[in-house]
């Protein structure tokens, strides 16, 4: 019989126990109880957290959204008819995460990150998850510098600042969306990075929308996150989510980044949706409760960071579609104290010819005006009592009230500030022009021309500032200075810009 070695055996026993490594890995797994309109009901995850990502087979990811005693709910992202009752279903213990990166620019994607332009594959740097904190107030940065839309009756009566939340609001088709794009067109060369997300729009309608940007050479700086109407609420709901976190990807960059959301009306319809079919509690119009959570945790991530930071900003435009005008509906009045102010479309307005429809009375920025160029608050301070005056007046007119002279002159002033502030689309004008443009009809250089020869003078001041050496002079200093050239300067080159019309 050999004889057994001991201390070689406890020599072996112990090298093994030093060199044990724990390979057990413990799975939270689930089966799924029934699914349907990209819902799953899943018992058995116990340890699941809200907004956990979770994954099902066939590749199939899920996000938790709901927790109850014996069950969550998750609502699917991907192919959902692959999922069916019995599936196993396992957590990730990650949140929700999205591609970001300057390979996104130039691209169409859906709220997954997936490339819907025929590009190819998606070159991104890395990904961050969707629900992320806003940045603390004290690690935030003063609005002192405006975002130009190239829109003049924005620009020079409801400024926007880098860093605002500034809430685009009216009926269907009245032109919500064409002030947006024209605010992301008038971002070229600006070095501002442009995010479109379009929520529950037509197909057609973001193809076109693709289309303009690309034309125009827009789509170097813009982004474009698609969840178009025919897909699931799922998905829908998030899209904005998805914009705003590779907003955040460019702002911690020190970028300065707009997004627009069109529109959060159709988010909120989809928010409804999934609530409902998860069975939680209906409030007022069948929203959840939460809802005016949903909308201010999104919108609270846009902002301006301190220098310290890097001094990046995300300045957003949400866009709400009212019914008949009705901004005191319950989703317009909560994105209405989200926001920093808002721009009101009127369809009178619009089906009158006043376009861009905007009612100056209505619209409102409750710090746009901080970043507003000195020149322009001098030429456009009194023009919104003016804009007043002259709807008072045209009423008296309609009633066939006789007026004075001077009533007359601000009559005739009036409709010559409404035709200035009238615009074609896509049709932007640069600050300078827009305030040598101004000053002129402040100072009664259009007072004693016809609406078509206020027109040709519009664009001649525009071209002149371009051409002309005066032009050229006052321009400099408007852009170097931002402050407005002496009067003689100014007077000296629209004498001159009038002989030509």
């Not at 806003?134 to 975002?147: S, Y």
């Amino acid at each position: 019989m050999p004889k057994i070695d001991f201390d070689q055996m406890s020599a072996i026993i112990k090298k093994q126990i030093e060199t044990y490594e724990d390979d057990i890995e413990l799975e939270n797994v689930g089966k799924v109880l029934s699914v349907g309109d990209g819902i799953a009901i899943v018992y058995g995850l116990n340890q699941a957290i809200l907004g956990e990502l979770v994954e099902f087979p066939q590749q199939v990811k899920g996000l938790v959204f709901n927790l109850e005693t014996h069950h969550v709910g998750v609502i699917l992202f991907g192919n959902t008819d692959l999922i069916k009752e019995g599936d196993l279903v396992k957590t990730t213990k990650r949140i929700f995460e999205v591609p970001v990166g300057e390979g996104l620019l130039g691209r169409v994607i859906d709220p997954l990150g997936n490339p819907l332009d025929l590009k190819g594959s998606l070159k991104t740097e890395k990904s961050l998850p969707v629900e992320r904190k806003a940045v603390a107030v004290m690690d935030r940065g003063p609005i002192n510098e405006p975002l130009q839309t190239g829109v003049k009756v924005i620009d020079a009566l409801v400024p926007i600042g880098k860093g605002q939340r500034e809430l685009i609001i009216g009926d269907r088709q009245t032109g919500k969306t064409t002030i947006a794009v024209d605010a992301i067109l008038n971002q070229r060369g600006k070095n501002v990075v442009c995010i479109y997300v379009a929520i529950g729009q037509k197909e057609s309608n973001v193809a076109n929308i693709a289309q303009t940007l690309s034309i125009k050479g827009a789509m170097d700086y813009t982004i474009i996150v698609n969840a178009g109407a025919s897909q699931e609420g799922t998905v829908l709901y998030l899209a904005p989510f998805t914009g705003i976190t590779i907003a955040e990807y460019f702002m911690e960059k020190g970028r300065d980044v707009l997004i627009v959301y069109d529109d959060l009306s159709k988010h909120a319809a989809a928010y409804r949706e999934l609530s409902l079919l998860l069975k939680r509690p209906p409030g007022r119009e069948a929203y959840p409760g939460d809802i005016f959570y949903l909308h201010s945790r999104l919108l609270e991530r846009s902002g301006k960071v301190s220098e310290a930071l890097g001094g990046g900003s995300i300045t957003a435009l949400p866009i709400i579609e009212t019914q008949a005008g009705d901004i005191s509906a319950y989703i317009p009045t909560n994105v209405i104290s989200i926001t920093d102010g808002q721009l009101f479309l009127e369809s009178k307005l619009f089906y009158s010819g006043i376009r861009p429809a905007i009612n100056p009375g209505l619209s409102v920025s409750r710090v746009g005006g901080s970043a507003q160029w000195n020149a322009m608050k001098k030429v456009s301070g009194t023009l919104r009592i003016a804009l007043a005056n002259y709807r008072e007046l045209e009423a008296f007119v309609q009633f066939g009230s006789d007026l004075d002279a001077h009533s007359k002159r601000r009559l005739e002033r009036g409709r010559r500030t409404v035709e200035i502030l009238k615009q074609n689309i896509h049709d932007l004008v640069n600050m300078p022009a827009q305030i040598v443009i101004l000053y002129a009809l402040s100072k009664g250089y259009m007072d004693d021309l016809t609406i078509n020869q206020v027109k040709n003078l519009e664009a001649e001041i525009a071209q002149g500032l371009s051409l002309n050496e005066k032009g050229k002079e006052i321009k400099q200093i408007l852009e170097e200075t931002q402050k407005l050239p002496e009067d003689t300067i100014l007077e000296e080159f629209i004498n001159h810009i009038r002989r030509f019309i």
